[in-house]
């Protein structure tokens, strides 16, 4: 069961690192994951700010192919608490540095740096998990002891109420850059 899990929660990591570099990369996905990213204080709660579109195609993403490959269902359940639990850690505003552990588990400050509204910051550290998959596929940033000076969404103004930014990915904006 232990091995099972961490199966998981490696393809998991592998899935997510692609379907969430696609998220920041293909234009129509980029505003519904910009609700996510539209949290311009990092908290706990942050990681729940999800448009349903960008949760449901990324977990089902992530599932499915773990129930196909025939995982048992205690670690799949194990691992959805797990990364429930793990996304309130990683967003939340622990201001604290784990060493050496941030290069091998992603921490509250790897991945407030992908949340970073700074240049150095965008399309950075995609991993859930594995800090390595980034470093292999060079999107890794973790800038010494440092923490992004603000957060939010580079150049894009998403609404703040729930239903606003739940229209928001289907409404053209008046962009100068379109």
Same mark, same amino acid.
């Given at each position: 069961? %232990? /091995?099972? !899990?961490? $199966?998981?929660?490696?393809? +998991?990591?592998? #899935?997510?690192?692609?379907? =969430?570099?696609? &998220?920041?990369?293909?234009?129509?996905?980029?505003?519904?994951?910009?609700?996510?990213?539209?949290?311009?204080?990092?908290?706990?709660?942050?990681?729940?700010?999800?448009?349903?579109?960008?949760?449901?195609?990324?977990?089902?993403?992530?599932?499915?192919?773990?129930? %196909? /490959?025939? !995982?048992? $269902?205690?670690?799949?359940? +194990?691992?959805? #608490?797990?990364?429930?639990? =793990?996304?309130? &850690?990683?967003?939340?505003?622990?201001?604290?540095?784990?060493?050496?552990?941030?290069?091998?588990?992603?921490?509250?400050?790897?991945?407030?740096?992908?949340?970073?509204?700074?240049?150095?910051?965008?399309?950075?550290?995609?991993?859930?998990?594995?800090?390595?998959?980034?470093?292999? !596929?060079?999107?890794?940033?973790?800038?010494?002891?440092?923490?992004?000076?603000?957060?939010?969404?580079?150049?894009?103004?998403?609404?703040?109420?729930?239903?606003?930014?739940?229209?928001?990915?289907?409404?053209?904006?008046?962009?100068?850059?379109?």
């Amino acid at each position: 069961m %232990v /091995l099972q !899990f961490l $199966e998981i929660m490696f393809l +998991a990591d592998v #899935v997510q690192y692609w379907v =969430h570099r696609l &998220f920041h990369q293909i234009p129509w996905l980029c505003k519904f994951h910009a609700v996510h990213h539209s949290a311009e204080v990092m908290d706990w709660m942050a990681g729940n700010r999800l448009h349903l579109v960008d949760l449901a195609l990324t977990r089902r993403l992530i599932y499915i192919p773990s129930f %196909v /490959l025939g !995982f048992d $269902e205690f670690p799949m359940h +194990a691992y959805i #608490v797990f990364v429930s639990l =793990h996304s309130v &850690f990683i967003h939340a505003n622990l201001g604290f540095h784990l060493g050496w552990w941030r290069h091998v588990f992603a921490t509250p400050q790897f991945h407030h740096w992908h949340h970073g509204e700074e240049a150095v910051a965008i399309d950075k550290n995609f991993a859930v998990h594995f800090p390595f998959l980034d470093m292999i !596929f060079g999107t890794f940033f973790m800038p010494g002891q440092r923490w992004p000076a603000s957060y939010g969404v580079h150049n894009e103004a998403v609404p703040h109420s729930f239903l606003k930014q739940f229209v928001y990915p289907f409404v053209k904006t008046n962009r100068n850059d379109d």
